[in-house]
């Protein structure tokens, strides 16, 4: 009998589908917002994907102005920066069009504006006002910021990349529309797939993990495993760009829940101290990671070597484990992704402070393997 209580709330609605995104207006209106910002970066903005965008709130009836000074990596000036081209424009909401870091950087926005200070101040600490609105509307399939309470900034001075986590750092609405991701180049469809498929196979073997977002979890990792490597290589291939993203939807639903393990702990200071992108660097550190876990978690990895397209059937559940590390490998291979961490610009010498921000995570006491501090290391040492 199961003893356990499970607290779950999705703060965020969602819309799913083809055309999802040109309901931006609608939704701008249906919540009271005249007057809004649109934060974006200037890759995204350049591919012409926010010019629908402002097409379909103006024809709502909503003025906007863009801040496109987004970096790949969110830092917290960037966000100051943001804030005050807001408040000069006395907006009442934020729409986010991007990847992870345009998204977090208008959810960022949102709550700071309601609750004063700055990002830094908020690290450990409660957010006790609701954000102003806010409508995110994703250009990769891989971070899920749309669906999470999870925002994560990089403080240039410290280095320190942070996570603050809370529902009213999640957006309102969430507009996932797959046409949003039809032109996005190969090399970033893998990096953001990937990190895709990390909060997923992360999710699943959490110890925060219980069946819902189990299920979510493995299906994101079935699909991720059929679908990904299909997306890199015919990138206007609609039906892959569809089941990316929905495996992302999952993915993001399930660890906001049930949150994730060291990949991500470990993968924060790699891009806070040496600027490697987050889904290269989640990449390759998850067999890595896979392989230090797979003793303390052999039922859960053979599932996802199952999920991932492998045939188990004859294999111990041990060896099947195995299978799930040897799949995502040959998966990085497959999809271009660099062999290790210093082809990422990584060096010795980082390791040590790498270290100390990984442990720094929440989600350290959540591995399914007991972790100290030279198992950290030895991680990094590994896969440099
Ligand atoms: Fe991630």
Redesign the pocket.
């Known amino acids: 009998m199961l003893t356990q209580r499970y607290l779950f709330r999705q703060p965020s609605f969602v819309t799913y589908g083809f055309g999802a995104a040109g309901l931006v207006g609608e939704e701008a209106r249906s919540l009271g917002l005249e007057r809004v910002l649109l934060v974006t970066d200037k890759g995204v903005r350049g591919a012409g994907l926010v010019d629908g965008i402002v097409q379909a709130l103006q024809a709502a009836g909503v003025s906007v102005e863009i801040y496109d000074g987004v970096g790949p990596n969110p830092e917290t000036v960037m966000v100051e920066d943001c804030l005050a081209r807001l408040r000069a424009m006395d907006a009442q909401g934020v729409v986010a069009v991007g990847g992870g870091s345009p998204m977090d950087a208008g959810k960022g926005v949102a709550f700071l504006a309601t609750n004063g200070g700055r990002l830094q101040d908020y690290i450990g600490q409660p957010i006790p006002k609701a954000p102003l609105p806010s409508i995110c509307i994703p250009t990769t399939a891989g ?1 899920s910021s749309e669906v999470t309470n999870n925002i994560v900034f990089t403080d240039p001075g410290s280095h320190l990349k942070f996570g603050l986590s809370s529902p009213n750092c999640a957006a309102t609405r969430a507009l996932v529309d797959p046409e949003m991701t039809l032109t996005l180049p190969p090399a970033i469809t893998a990096a953001t797939g990937l ?1 895709a498929l ?2 997923a196979a992360e999710s699943y073997t959490s110890k925060g993990a219980y069946d819902f977002t189990q299920s979510l979890a493995l299906d994101a990792i079935r699909l991720i495993g059929r679908w990904l490597p299909v997306a890199v290589a015919q990138g206007d291939n609609r039906e892959a760009r569809e089941r990316m993203m929905m495996a992302c939807l999952e993915g993001g639903i399930a660890f906001n829940q049930s949150r994730l393990t060291i990949v ?1 702990a470990m993968s924060h200071p790699v891009s806070g101290w040496c600027g490697t992108p ?1 889904g290269v660097a ?1 990449a390759v550190l998850l067999p890595h990671v896979m392989a230090f876990n797979v003793p303390y978690a052999e039922a859960e990895f053979a599932e996802i070597a199952r999920a991932l397209g492998v045939d188990t059937s004859g294999m111990a559940e041990a060896q099947a484990a195995e299978a799930a590390v040897e799949r995502v490998r040959a998966l990085n291979v497959e999809l271009g992704i660099p062999e290790g961490l210093a082809a990422c610009g990584v060096t010795e010498d980082a390791i040590d402070k790498m270290t100390d921000d990984a442990l720094k995570s929440g989600n350290v006491r959540l591995n399914p393997r007991p972790v100290a501090r030279e198992d950290i290391v030895a991680i990094y040492r590994g896969a440099l």
């Open positions: 971070t990190d990390t909060h991500h987050h989640n």
